[in-house]
């Protein structure tokens, strides 16, 4: 199998990772602890393509990030690419956007996630971007997940992400669709 580096430096989104793309034909592996890369893109797939392109180049490898937020319509797209630096911990993060969002009517708002893959000279092979569409509560719902999933509900599901199983989640979600999308091409990448 050819290697395929993850470029995170956290072993459970490689685990993730993997569950996405069994049988897709690649060995995922970490990135090297030391190699740092700075998220400064201003849009997902930006900084999607930014950190596999840097992975690529310093380890030689095929490599793969992705790149993830929340976007609530009536905050002009914020959190956005700051969702994971809105604030200090989970809590704090919903309890800033909650503050933010107030009593606005208008809920709605999106995951996104952006994934890119990197040849070993850097260029970006593939691109791929998955959306989930829902709304904000008004309070958290729901122990699962992690991040802003206890305040992101999906109408149609009638669950916040934090109360729905890994694997509905999982099926639904903006990581879930970018990756099904990725798998496909990813086959084909090798031939
Ligand atoms: P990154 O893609 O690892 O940079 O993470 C972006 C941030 O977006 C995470 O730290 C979370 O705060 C948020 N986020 C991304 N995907 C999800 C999700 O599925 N549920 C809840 N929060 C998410």
Not at 44 to 58: D, E
Request: aromatic share 6%.
């Amino acid at each position: 199998m050819t290697v395929m580096v993850v470029a995170t430096g956290n072993p459970g989104k490689l685990r993730e990772m993997q569950a996405y793309l069994v049988d897709s034909g690649w060995e995922l592996v970490l990135k090297p602890q030391e190699l740092e890369i700075e998220e400064t893109g201003d849009t997902f797939a930006a900084n999607a393509c930014l950190k596999a392109s840097l992975v690529a180049l310093a380890t030689g490898n095929w490599a793969i990030a992705d790149d993830s937020g929340l976007q609530v319509d009536a905050l002009n797209g914020r959190p956005g690419v700051y969702s994971a630096r809105y604030g200090k911990t989970d809590s704090e993060r919903i309890a800033r956007l909650l503050n933010e969002l107030g009593n606005e009517v208008n809920r709605s708002a999106q995951f996104t996630c952006a994934v890119a893959i990197a040849r070993p000279d850097g260029t970006i092979a593939l691109e791929s971007e998955g959306i989930c569409r829902g709304e904000i509560l008004h309070a958290p719902r729901g122990d699962g997940g992690f991040g802003y999933d206890p305040i992101f509900y999906v109408p149609q599901k009638q669950l916040t992400f934090a109360e729905m199983t890994p694997e509905l989640k999982r099926s639904i979600s903006h990581r879930g669709q970018a990756f099904a999308s990725l798998h496909k091409d990813l086959q084909r990448l090798k031939e």
